[in-house]
């Protein structure tokens, strides 16, 4: 590949370089997931839930998708920062192929469980059908995402931060031009509501994939072809599975906590069912700066470690937090204060409005926390150290955010404002731990580059 067209990451890469197109990203992606529950809102508030319930799974599935994308971040970047350019290809190719296999599979599992996904889920009769065909026609499609997933950290980790914003921008267009097609224009006829907005969601991630696909060529970033792959790179597979699993162990056992807190609150009632699902849906908003900010420092990590310099790689992760959690506690605030208003963008019912302001006052102490979180565990994943933020995340998701959610919102009966406490509590104790494992820099010796490599490189080079 020419390294050339690669751009340059080094400690000394403004943050808002990459962070900025990531942010711009994050604020659409946001937008067309407000869109769609402002959309179907007007057409069956049933329907909001129900989505809600399968997006709950939809993002289960995106996390097992990852094991080879969050892998394909880590190494690409590392090896970026080392300067082996001669591995991109195969390690371009082995994360498209093996992704594009692990989507195809998973997908034809999830719509086989579908049935066994809504009885653990506790959905009610009213949002069932609609929960069931999202999951058949997205999560059919789910391959796609697999796919979408690897280009995305490949461009990122190359630089090319904003062809995700543009990207996005688009499946904006089509995704709701879409949805207006089949419930109220000119496809409304047909009266497949739901149905149509999974359509025109599958579509939009399908013309997604093949806009990343171009732009790696035009841009001549590397190459995927099967000849890379000869012989099989098992030792490579290997190492990229080994970062992934405990990555997406961690994000797995997050989502099933959460799955297992939407059961309780499921179980509250379709009120507190919508409040969530309208809650989350500002909730993204107050987040979206500080984790762009995170996957910005996570590249720059990456490059850093792999080129050696711990130190830089070190200071930058601070110097990032500084940055993003004032501005991140400052949009929770905001949120909260303005939650009355914002929320009679979604519903007119006053009980679902007031259960929604206790949740954006608990939702304060959430981001706080989520921002140390987003920060420290992305900056150790990018240096390697993939396994402890899996053990803080079993110990705390489940010994403290579900007893505690469940004490408060089940027991004490603060409803689904005591849900969000449980995670409040989950995420503050679990953010300062992974803040200080960062700072005793417990995570140096962990790269996954091999030095070796780096030196018979060098090698090459002077000979």
């Given amino acids: 590949m020419n390294k050339k067209r690669s751009i340059v990451i080094d400690e000394n890469t403004p943050l808002l370089m990459l962070a900025g197109p990531m942010f711009l990203e994050l604020f659409l992606n946001t937008m067309l997931n407000n869109v769609d529950t402002l959309m179907l809102s007007h057409y069956d508030e049933y329907a909001v839930g129900a989505v809600g319930n399968a997006n709950t799974i939809m993002f289960m599935m995106n996390i097992l998708f990852n094991v080879i994308a969050t892998a394909t971040s880590v190494v690409v970047a590392q090896y970026l920062g080392a300067k082996l350019y001669e591995k991109m290809n195969m390690i371009y190719t082995l994360a498209i192929i093996v992704n594009l296999v692990i989507g195809i599979i998973l997908s034809g599992v999830f719509c086989a469980a579908n049935p066994f996904i809504m009885d653990f889920l506790h959905v009610s009769p009213q949002m069932r059908p609609y929960s069931m065909i999202y999951i058949y026609i997205v999560g059919g499609g ?3 995402t697999a796919v979408f997933n690897v280009m995305l950290q490949i461009l990122r980790c190359n630089g090319y931060t ?21 419930l109220y224009g000119p496809l409304s006829f047909l009266k497949m509501g739901v149905a149509g907005v999974a359509i025109a969601t599958v579509t939009a991630r399908l013309l997604a994939v093949m806009a990343l696909i171009a732009f790696f060529y035009i841009t001549k970033i590397g190459k995927i072809a099967l000849r890379y792959l000869n012989p099989f790179p098992a030792k490579l597979l290997a190492k990229m599975i080994k970062i992934g699993l405990p990555t997406a162990g961690e994000n797995l056992t997050y989502n099933l906590y959460q799955t297992t807190l939407l059961s309780f609150v499921n179980a509250m009632g379709n009120d507190a069912v919508n409040a969530r699902a309208y809650c989350n849906s500002l909730i993204s908003f107050a987040m979206i700066f500080s984790n762009a900010c995170a996957m910005s420092t996570q590249i720059i990590t990456g490059h850093l470690v792999g080129a050696g310099k711990s130190e830089e790689a070190y200071r930058r992760v601070f110097k990032t937090l500084r940055t993003s959690m004032p501005i991140t506690i400052a949009l929770a605030v905001i949120n909260a204060i303005l939650c009355r208003h914002t929320l009679r963008l979604f519903t007119g019912n006053q009980h679902i409005i007031a259960l929604g302001q206790m949740i954006m006052i608990a939702d304060i102490f959430v981001e706080t926390g989520r921002c140390l979180n987003m920060t420290f565990v992305s900056s150790l994943k990018a240096a390697g150290a993939y396994i402890f933020p899996l053990i803080m995340g079993i110990l705390c998701n489940w010994g403290l955010g579900l007893t505690t959610g469940y004490m408060a919102g089940v027991v004490l009966g603060a409803g689904v404002a005591g849900i969000y406490a449980g995670t409040a509590t989950d995420e503050c104790i679990r953010g300062l731990i992974v803040m200080s494992y960062w700072y005793r820099k417990k995570w140096l010796g962990k790269s996954v580059v091999d030095r070796t490599d780096v030196i018979i490189q060098d090698e090459g080079k002077n000979t």
């Fill in 162 to 182: 904003r062809i995700g914003m543009w990207v996005t921008f688009a499946i904006n267009i089509v995704n709701i031009g879409g949805n207006y097609l089949f």
């Fill in 142 to 144: 789910g391959f796609l």
